[in-house]
């Protein structure tokens, strides 16, 4: 099972949290992205519902993921510019 946000921030926590399999990012509508994690035991709610409490995650890995996933981010909408279709695969 899949879940996909494209709220940069929920995204940044659950991959600096390693709560869910980053697996990629890729376009949405307008100019937004969508970030897809592997969610094999349906936990994506309650994990949205934790950050929104303010879940802890340690600082090095939060800014660590934030960089990774706006480098990602980044590649996706350079792709769309030139008009490949592109979803950024990872295995992190």
């Known amino acids: 099972m899949k879940f996909a946000t494209e709220r940069f921030p929920l995204a940044i926590y659950l991959h ?3 709560s869910l ?3 990629h990012c890729e376009c949405a509508s307008g100019h937004k992205v969508r970030f ?3 969610d094999p035991e349906d ?3 309650a994990l949205e519902l934790a950050f929104e409490r303010g879940a802890p995650v340690p600082a090095n890995a939060l800014f660590a993921s934030q960089k990774f996933l ?3 981010m980044s590649e996706v909408l350079n792709n769309r510019k030139t008009g490949e279709n592109f979803a950024y695969e990872c295995n992190s």
């Open 70 to 72: 706006r480098r990602t």
């Open 16 to 18: 600096a949290s390693g």
């Open 21 to 23: 399999s980053f697996l």
């Open 36 to 38: 897809v994690f592997f």
């Open 43 to 45: 936990r994506a709610n």
